[in-house]
């Protein structure tokens, strides 16, 4: 357990929100529960959290994401503050205090801005206090001429995951492994438990989000991987309905995907 001492874990919209656009509050108290209890046995702890939209769907009575970016941005607001207040309430109840730090692009290009935010977290680490990291989509806008966005949460987590030094990034995601091809479609793709390298067979094999309700898949999870493994970290992918996976991972268990040089 040594070897995940200082974790980052993030967890995607499907995750956290159904098909049907519906909260999986049974998902977000063991995700709680477990991160507490890391916490709690001297871990330090960080999440990383999508969903804001996904959870606004849900209050606005929606069915979809709109495709206009000022709705997708007021939709962003409003559940950005509910999201919180899901893991504040969850949280609680374990006796265990949650910060938020919302983060766009920019900040990692400006050395003042990252040692500001990085002095931060490590001040919340140091009060045992775990961050809850999610990247601000009120104003990290694609198609503005500049390079606010992250586009995803698994490429803002293996950011994080460098810059605060951490051993390890889990990611909590709707499939159980990386396969050897889309599982949803090919009965015989197979889980593969180790990656030291990841080629261009790995590569053809990703694919895109399938939830409808994310902005991330396999791909972007190959590419956080790659991004992770060349800062000399590793990342394990996992299903994350049952996120006491995360505590398998640290155990050493042979679960999910393992990358690492």
Same mark, same amino acid.
């Given at each position: ?15 956290? %929100? ?88 920019? %900040? ?29 989509? %009120? ?123």
């Amino acid at each position: 357990m040594a070897d995940w001492q200082k974790i980052v874990v993030k967890v995607g919209t499907s995750t956290i %929100v159904d098909l049907d656009g519906q909260i999986k509050y049974p998902v977000v108290n063991r995700l709680a529960q477990t991160l507490s209890t890391l916490q709690k046995e001297g871990h330090q702890v960080l999440l990383v959290t999508s969903g804001a939209m996904g959870v606004a769907l849900n209050q606005m009575n929606l069915h979809q994401r709109p495709k206009e970016i000022p709705k997708q941005q007021a939709l962003a607001a409003i559940g950005q503050g509910y999201l919180m207040s899901l893991y504040h309430q969850s949280f609680a109840f374990y006796q265990q205090q949650v910060g938020q730090v919302l983060l766009t692009y920019d %900040v990692f290009n400006n050395p003042v801005m990252l040692e500001n935010t990085t002095n931060a977290i490590e001040t919340l680490f140091d009060q045992g206090v775990i961050p809850i990291i999610n990247e601000n989509d %009120v104003i990290a806008v694609d198609e503005l001429d500049h390079q606010h966005s992250f586009g995803d949460n698994d490429r803002l987590a293996a950011l994080v995951a460098k810059q605060i030094q951490a051993d390890g990034l889990i990611i909590l995601s709707d499939v159980d492994a990386l396969y050897t091809s889309n599982p949803n479609i090919d009965q015989n793709a197979q889980p593969i438990h180790r990656v030291e390298e990841i080629t261009e067979t790995i590569w053809l094999s990703a694919t895109g989000s399938t939830s409808g309700l994310g902005t991330g898949g396999m791909s972007t999870k190959l590419a956080a991987a790659d991004l992770t493994m060349k800062y000399g970290q590793k990342m394990s992918l996992v299903n994350g309905n049952d996120p006491a996976n995360i505590l398998a991972v640290i155990a050493g268990e042979e679960i999910g995907t393992l990358f690492e040089e």
